[in-house]
């Protein structure tokens, strides 16, 4: 047992708390995988069709996934076509790493790195703002 063992200071556990409520859903976790395992875009009724959802309620759980940058809208015309964010696909992982105290994968995409500035054992602990690979800001 490691008697000095920090908890994750509160901005990156707030940020990891939205991720995984994001997830808590049976329905969000349906779409996202669907759309992980498609490896391309789809449209409302693709997934709606897919899930055997209503299109409304497709439509909210999208906004969720999207919310956190999980998933990625892109508008053609008057179609919105819904993609997974690989960004986030390769941070997840190491996010519930992190949570649980187990090392962090020592091949780690780039992109994943700013979520463990600030962290205790973490050389680079500067703080600065954390944005999630997928959110517009």
Not at 20 to 42: V, W
């Amino acid at each position: 047992m490691k008697e000095f063992a920090q908890p994750l200071d509160r901005a990156t556990a707030a940020e990891y708390a939205t991720w995984f409520k994001a997830l808590a859903d049976t329905t969000r976790i349906q779409i996202a995988s669907l759309l992980a395992r498609r490896g391309g875009p789809m449209n409302v009724g693709e997934i709606v069709a897919a899930v055997q959802v209503g299109q409304s309620t497709v439509s909210a759980h999208l906004k969720v996934l999207a919310e956190v940058g999980f998933v990625l809208a892109e508008h053609r015309g008057t179609a919105s076509y819904y993609r997974i964010n690989d960004a986030c696909v390769s941070c997840f992982p190491t996010a519930a790493d992190i949570v649980m105290g187990r090392p962090v994968p020592a091949s780690q995409p780039p992109s994943a790195q700013h979520s463990l500035e600030g962290q205790p054992d973490d050389p680079r602990s500067r703080r600065r703002h954390r944005r999630h690979p997928g959110r517009r800001h």
